[in-house]
């Protein structure tokens, strides 16, 4: 909050401005998107979205008047050169980021990087967090036992938002063997048949090729999206693999950059790095907040969340002064 509030001051008073002018930061900023639109009323996972088309599109006018967005490929040819140099990028590959971010950003001229969780593009279903999201604002029980997952019976009723919080954040710090039953439990509980198929929430191949032949950057986020740190190493290779060679087999072009799912410090681990490094991805990027420096670690390029609550002096601070706007999040 604070944060936020120095931000404005600075934005208001002009001294950004400024600054700017005199001390050009070096390293490149990389914005982190997940969904445009308004997802105020849906019964998915709200915090996904990142802006509504009108804030992003602000956004990308102010990164088209005032930076160079760069792509993955430039990043080792600027790191260390005076200037303001950022990179955009999308994590998941929801259907919006071809219908409405794409068009903005070349409206204005821009690229960037949309990492792919290509299991959902081949067989559109809802994932894990929207799963999650979707039972709990959907379902007609009254009282979710999760038990020992969690500590407390939940009552939705209560609060749709806290009980959804809570539940993920168990998920995300779960082993593997503990949180598929965990999620067939809230199954159970909440008596909501899973759909086998979604319509309108994925991109297919043919908006991801066409972003590519447009000039976009298209990158790996898994097959599945588990957190992978959560996976014994051959499940993490497999996730990995499977991802690299779609992404080969629909768009021709190799999987040289890869988000991690969830992206924390804990999401992601040697036997990860290891697993790309063999897959023969070249940049790995983390979402834990941070500037990229020259010697941020390739396989963790640090990424800062773009929120709903992120407004234009919010970003132009990050922009003008990221030693300060753009910490890493405490571990
Ligand atoms: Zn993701």
Redesign the pocket.
């Known amino acids: 909050m604070k944060k936020r509030i120095a931000a404005r001051v600075l934005a208001q008073s002009g001294m950004g401005r400024l600054f700017a002018t005199l001390a050009p930061p070096g390293g490149i900023l990389i914005l982190n998107y997940?969904r445009i639109g308004d997802g105020s009323g849906s019964c998915y996972d709200r915090e996904l979205w990142s802006a509504d088309p009108e804030a992003f599109d602000a956004q990308m006018a102010m990164l088209a008047r005032d930076c160079d967005v760069i792509s993955p490929g430039d990043m080792d040819a600027v790191r260390g050169r005076r200037g303001r140099h950022v990179l955009v990028t999308f994590?998941?590959g929801y259907l919006d980021n071809y219908e409405v971010a794409y068009p903005i950003l070349r409206a204005h001229g821009l690229t960037a990087t949309f990492?792919i969780?290509t299991g959902f593009i081949d067989r559109p279903r809802l994932?894990w967090w929207d799963e999650i999201a979707w039972r709990i604002r959907t379902t007609a029980a009254t009282r979710l036992d999760l038990r020992p997952w969690l500590p407390e019976p939940l009552e939705p009723a209560r609060g749709h938002d806290a009980a959804i919080g809570a539940i993920l954040r168990a998920y995300k710090a779960l082993p593997v063997a503990e949180s598929g039953p965990m999620l067939e439990r809230l199954r159970q509980e909440t008596g909501l048949e899973t759909p086998a198929r979604v319509e309108g929430m994925w991109m297919d191949w043919n908006h991801i090729r066409e972003m590519a032949d447009g000039g976009m950057t298209i990158g790996g986020?898994t097959r599945d999206?588990p957190v992978l740190s959560r996976l014994p190493v051959e499940r993490q290779r497999e996730e990995i693999e499977t991802c690299a060679a779609r992404i080969r087999e629909e768009t021709g072009r190799p999987m040289e950059y890869f988000?991690y799912?969830?992206?924390s410090q804990w999401a992601f681990d040697a036997q990860t790095v290891a697993c790309l490094q063999a897959a023969g991805v070249k940049r790995a990027f983390s979402?834990y907040g941070g500037h990229a420096r020259a010697d941020s670690p390739p396989y963790d390029t640090p990424r800062m969340a773009m929120e709903r609550y992120v407004e234009l002096p919010d970003l132009a601070a990050m922009l003008w002064a990221p030693r300060l706007f753009c910490r890493p999040d405490p571990a």
Do not use: T
Request: proline share 15%.
């Open positions: 997940h994590d998941d990492f969780a994932p986020h999206h988000a799912p969830v992206g979402y």
